[in-house]
């Protein structure tokens, strides 16, 4: 068998399958407001030079144009230059679906999200299934989860199934609970739950694990279907900045078109895949893909769930939830079973990366890790990760520094939380939640993202709610919580070269320096001079990615 090293050296190889465009001469971007990061340093300068999709020099214009007199020259007209956004965690098939099922995110109210489904329902008459979701019961300030007979009042005609906001729910009609063959004398499955009404029927919601009884039902997506997904979920992240990204969980039929793309050149951004336990032995068995299709897609993370999430009250906790005692939230697997398969992971090379969101999941996590280093002391060194930590322990966040660990959030979801939060686990509790000073203090890497397309995948909401911890209305005064705030500095090291470090990248992106890809993108303010109410406002002119431009707002007008 081969060692990870020859591996890595035959997927390098590997990578080189797609042509490096040979230029003839360096481009020179000048009259540009420049910034990146070298070392612990912003630096700022006024040109950039790049060649075969890397990054030559940066600097004064007059100089580099003296140092390279026959660069193409390209006219940056002034504007605020940045290196390439990465978000850390989200769900690229998914953002893609989005912009083609019912889109509730933003809906004010039960009636509101009703008239949309109605508005969708009316416009596709030929779909045997009504897909989408986006629904926040807090929002519509139900003090409830929906109910199908409300679903029902929508779409009856035909079975329909709407994720909640955070992935960890769906809402189903009459019609899918009968084909899911739900009633009132089916079990709760293991991490899962069946909302029921007071005499023990269900109501219309699943919540985490008891979801798979109607996604079975469900027809799978075609590869047409998931290659459309994709393409236009690329097409979106471009446009709002993003040149890299981590999918956080896609199965093995998803990572063969993944590597389809990248074989055509048809992934315009730093692809950075996770793949699911239940195919994890197929990835294991060829070793970890490394900057595959000229570093465009990299596979070398296990992605695992130890727990739900908070707005579904499916995040499991230490002790009950304050607003509902009967209720601690659901742990995925045992503490043996999630032990074994970090293990398993690190066995063959795989950095590892845990959704845990409640102080309990974070805390079988922690444990898990600790033991499996003393199995596989290499593993530590894999730069692995628990994504969200959302709820932690004042006494366990230490044990991130102690174990290495990458803490993986998204700063968007305190502000979305923020209305709920601590109506869900109390103010005592939330001295450990979205604790991203504590964090950055004793030296834990903070690998920023949206979880997308739960949030948006617009990083530069990211940075405003990093920043301010306030909704984009500048409530509540002064932000939520603002002793947990970041830095705009460190918020910005977050999404650039911490996100890389968290995808072993940071020597080939993240920043401007000699030798990285030539990612970058031109914004219409300087994101270091503008009032930090006005972040999240910020637009994307164009998006390069090895040199190459893949978007240009001025061309999509």
């Given at each position: 068998m081969r060692s990870l090293c020859e591996r890595v050296i035959v997927?390098?190889?590997?990578?080189?399958?797609?042509p490096m465009l040979a230029h003839g001469a360096p481009t020179l971007i000048e009259h540009i407001n420049g910034y990146t990061l070298s070392g612990e340093q912003l630096r700022h300068f006024t040109a950039l030079v790049f060649d075969y999709g890397r990054v030559l020099d940066t600097g004064d214009t007059v100089a580099l144009q003296r140092k390279f007199p026959d660069a193409r020259l390209i006219d940056g007209q002034g504007r605020t230059l940045l290196p390439g956004l990465i978000d850390a965690h989200g769900h690229v098939l998914d953002l893609g679906l989005e912009q083609v099922q019912v889109q509730l995110y933003g809906s004010a109210s039960l009636s509101d999200a009703q008239s949309r489904i109605r508005s969708y329902v009316r416009a596709h008459g030929g779909e045997r299934w009504i897909r989408g979701?986006?629904?926040?019961?807090?929002?519509?300030?139900?003090?409830?989860?929906p109910l199908a007979s409300e679903l029902d009042q929508a779409v009856s005609d035909r079975p329909a199934v709407l994720s909640r906001v955070d992935g960890h729910a769906e809402w189903l009609n009459t019609r899918a609970l009968q084909i899911a063959g739900i009633t009132r004398l089916t079990r709760d499955p293991p991490g899962g739950r069946i909302e029921?009404?007071?005499?023990?029927?269900p109501s219309g919601v699943l919540v985490d694990q008891a979801m798979e009884l109607v996604d079975q039902k469900i027809p799978p997506l075609t590869d047409a279907e998931r290659r459309s997904a994709l393409l236009t979920a690329f097409v979106h992240m471009n446009s709002v900045g993003l040149t890299g990204f981590g999918d956080a969980g896609v199965d093995a039929r998803e990572i063969a078109l993944y590597r389809q793309l990248a074989d055509e050149g048809r992934i315009p951004l730093r692809a950075y895949v996770m793949a699911l336990w239940d195919d994890f032995g197929i990835s294991a068995r060829s070793?970890?893909?490394?900057?595959?299709?000229?570093?465009?897609?990299?596979?070398r993370t296990l992605k695992l769930f130890a727990d739900g999430a908070l707005g579904s009250r499916g995040a499991a906790m230490l002790a009950p939830y304050s607003d509902q005692p009967d209720q601690r939230g659901l742990l995925f697997m045992s503490e043996d079973e999630m032990e074994h398969r970090i293990e398993t992971a690190l066995r063959a090379h795989f950095q590892v990366a845990v959704h845990a969101i409640g102080d309990a999941a974070n805390h079988q996590v922690l444990d898990a890790f600790e033991r499996a280093y003393q199995a596989v002391p290499a593993g530590r060194e894999l730069r692995n990760r628990i994504e969200h930590a959302q709820v932690v322990t004042l006494g366990d966040i230490p044990r991130f520094k102690q174990l290495?660990?990458?803490?993986?959030?998204?700063?968007?979801?305190?502000?979305?939380?923020?209305?709920?939060?601590?109506?869900?686990?109390?103010?005592?509790?939330?001295?450990?939640?979205?604790a991203w000073r504590t964090f950055l203090a004793q030296g834990t890497p903070i690998a920023a993202g949206s979880d997308f397309p739960i949030e948006s995948d617009n990083p530069f909401f990211g940075l405003y709610s990093a920043v301010t911890r306030q909704d984009h209305d500048n409530q509540p005064p002064g932000g939520w919580h603002p002793e947990q705030a970041m830095t705009?500095?460190?918020?910005?090291?977050?999404?650039?070269?911490d996100a890389a470090y968290a995808e072993h990248q940071e020597r080939t992106i993240g920043s401007l320096e000699p030798g990285k890809w030539a990612d970058f993108i031109l914004i219409d303010h300087d994101l270091f001079k503008i009032a930090p109410s006005q972040i999240w406002k910020i637009k994307v002119y164009q998006t390069w990615v090895g040199g190459e431009r893949v978007f240009d707002a001025e061309s999509e007008h």
């Amino acid at each position: 068998m081969r060692s990870l090293c020859e591996r890595v050296i035959v997927t390098a190889c590997l990578g080189l399958i797609l042509p490096m465009l040979a230029h003839g001469a360096p481009t020179l971007i000048e009259h540009i407001n420049g910034y990146t990061l070298s070392g612990e340093q912003l630096r700022h300068f006024t040109a950039l030079v790049f060649d075969y999709g890397r990054v030559l020099d940066t600097g004064d214009t007059v100089a580099l144009q003296r140092k390279f007199p026959d660069a193409r020259l390209i006219d940056g007209q002034g504007r605020t230059l940045l290196p390439g956004l990465i978000d850390a965690h989200g769900h690229v098939l998914d953002l893609g679906l989005e912009q083609v099922q019912v889109q509730l995110y933003g809906s004010a109210s039960l009636s509101d999200a009703q008239s949309r489904i109605r508005s969708y329902v009316r416009a596709h008459g030929g779909e045997r299934w009504i897909r989408g979701g986006g629904w926040n019961q807090v929002i519509w300030k139900l003090g409830r989860f929906p109910l199908a007979s409300e679903l029902d009042q929508a779409v009856s005609d035909r079975p329909a199934v709407l994720s909640r906001v955070d992935g960890h729910a769906e809402w189903l009609n009459t019609r899918a609970l009968q084909i899911a063959g739900i009633t009132r004398l089916t079990r709760d499955p293991p991490g899962g739950r069946i909302e029921r009404d007071a005499a023990g029927n269900p109501s219309g919601v699943l919540v985490d694990q008891a979801m798979e009884l109607v996604d079975q039902k469900i027809p799978p997506l075609t590869d047409a279907e998931r290659r459309s997904a994709l393409l236009t979920a690329f097409v979106h992240m471009n446009s709002v900045g993003l040149t890299g990204f981590g999918d956080a969980g896609v199965d093995a039929r998803e990572i063969a078109l993944y590597r389809q793309l990248a074989d055509e050149g048809r992934i315009p951004l730093r692809a950075y895949v996770m793949a699911l336990w239940d195919d994890f032995g197929i990835s294991a068995r060829s070793g970890p893909l490394i900057g595959y299709g000229h570093d465009h897609l990299t596979v070398r993370t296990l992605k695992l769930f130890a727990d739900g999430a908070l707005g579904s009250r499916g995040a499991a906790m230490l002790a009950p939830y304050s607003d509902q005692p009967d209720q601690r939230g659901l742990l995925f697997m045992s503490e043996d079973e999630m032990e074994h398969r970090i293990e398993t992971a690190l066995r063959a090379h795989f950095q590892v990366a845990v959704h845990a969101i409640g102080d309990a999941a974070n805390h079988q996590v922690l444990d898990a890790f600790e033991r499996a280093y003393q199995a596989v002391p290499a593993g530590r060194e894999l730069r692995n990760r628990i994504e969200h930590a959302q709820v932690v322990t004042l006494g366990d966040i230490p044990r991130f520094k102690q174990l290495d660990l990458i803490a993986s959030m998204q700063p968007t979801h305190a502000t979305s939380d923020m209305n709920m939060a601590e109506d869900r686990i109390g103010a005592a509790r939330l001295k450990g939640a979205y604790a991203w000073r504590t964090f950055l203090a004793q030296g834990t890497p903070i690998a920023a993202g949206s979880d997308f397309p739960i949030e948006s995948d617009n990083p530069f909401f990211g940075l405003y709610s990093a920043v301010t911890r306030q909704d984009h209305d500048n409530q509540p005064p002064g932000g939520w919580h603002p002793e947990q705030a970041m830095t705009l500095l460190e918020a910005f090291r977050a999404f650039t070269l911490d996100a890389a470090y968290a995808e072993h990248q940071e020597r080939t992106i993240g920043s401007l320096e000699p030798g990285k890809w030539a990612d970058f993108i031109l914004i219409d303010h300087d994101l270091f001079k503008i009032a930090p109410s006005q972040i999240w406002k910020i637009k994307v002119y164009q998006t390069w990615v090895g040199g190459e431009r893949v978007f240009d707002a001025e061309s999509e007008h």
